[in-house]
C-alpha cells in the first residue's frame, strides 16, 4: 500500500509568519509531487509542483523535495488569512501506473 | 482557457439507483482521472483514462466503472447505489506526453456532490 502521509493538523500561525507544511511518501519510485490548496466546499487547486531534489519559489510558495528521505515539504512566508485551507499533499506512483496518491490533508489557518 | 467541466453539480439519489457523472478536460488534455472526497477516506483514486483506454483502477468495488470518448470527455457510472457512495466526486484531467518524463499536474473540476438517500 502505497502512503502519503501528512503532519497532523491543524496547523495555526499568525498573519504575516511562515507556515511550514510537511509531506512524507513510501513509494521510492515516485517521481513527481504537488502541492493542492483545498478552501472549504471547493474542489483542490494545483499550487505547487516538485521534480528535483532541493527547493523550488513560487512568489511566497516554496517547495522542498528531499528523495533520500522521501520527503516533501511546503512553505509559505508572509503567511495572509486568505492562505486558511486545506493543504494537500499528492505523489504520482511510479512506472505507468499514473495513480496520484493523496494525504490527508492539513487544515491551516492564518490568524489576523 | 476553459477548465475541467463537470456535470452535474449536485445529485440526489436513492439507494439502489444508479447514477452517472460527466467530466469534460481541459481541451488537449487526454488523461483523465476521477476520485472520490469524503471526509473519513480524503480523496481516494478510482480510475484513469487514456486515449480511451482505462490505464489504472483504485481499489473501488465493480459497481464504479468509468469510460473515455474519442473527445477525451469521460463518464463515471455507480449502480445499485449504497449510503456510503455519497461523496465529492471528482475529476482532473492532466496534459500527458508518452515518455516526455514530466507531468505537470492534475486540474480538477468543481466536483459533482453525491448524496445517497
Known amino acids: 500500500q502505497k502512503e502519503v502521509e501528512q503532519n497532523s493538523g491543524p496547523l495555526s500561525v499568525p498573519e504575516g509568519a511562515i507556515a511550514s507544511l510537511n509531506c512524507t511518501y513510501s513509494d521510492r519510485g515516485s517521481q513527481s509531487f504537488f502541492w493542492y490548496r483545498q478552501y472549504s466546499g471547493k474542489s483542490p487547486e494545483l499550487i505547487m509542483f516538485?521534480?528535483?531534489?532541493g527547493d523550488k519559489e513560487d512568489g511566497r510558495f516554496t517547495a522542498q523535495l528531499n528523495k533520500a528521505s522521501q520527503y516533501v515539504s511546503l512553505l509559505i512566508r508572509d503567511s495572509q488569512p486568505s492562505d486558511s485551507a486545506t493543504y494537500l499533499c499528492?505523489?504520482?506512483?511510479?512506472?505507468?501506473?499514473?495513480?496520484?496518491?493523496f494525504g490527508s490533508g492539513t487544515q491551516l489557518t492564518v490568524l489576523p | 482557457k476553459a477548465g475541467v467541466t463537470q456535470t452535474p453539480r449536485y445529485l440526489i439519489k436513492t439507494r439502489g439507483q444508479q447514477v452517472t457523472l460527466s467530466c469534460s478536460p481541459i481541451s488537449g488534455h487526454r488523461s483523465v482521472s476521477w476520485y472520490q472526497q469524503t471526509p473519513g477516506q480524503g480523496l481516494q483514486f478510482l480510475f484513469e483514462y487514456f486515449s480511451e483506454t482505462q490505464r489504472n483502477k483504485g481499489n473501488f468495488p465493480g459497481r464504479f466503472s468509468g469510460r473515455q470518448f474519442s473527445n477525451s470527455r469521460s463518464e463515471m457510472n455507480v449502480s445499485t447505489l449504497e449510503l456510503g457512495d455519497s461523496a465529492l466526486y471528482l475529476c482532473?484531467?492532466?496534459?500527458?506526453?508518452?515518455?516526455?518524463?514530466?507531468?505537470?499536474?492534475?486540474?480538477f473540476g468543481s466536483g459533482t456532490r453525491l448524496t445517497v438517500v
Open positions: 482532473a484531467s492532466s496534459l500527458w506526453r508518452s515518455g516526455h518524463g514530466l507531468d505537470y499536474g492534475y486540474t
Open positions: 499528492a505523489v504520482l506512483g511510479s512506472g505507468s501506473a499514473r495513480q496520484l496518491t
Open positions: 516538485i521534480y528535483s531534489n
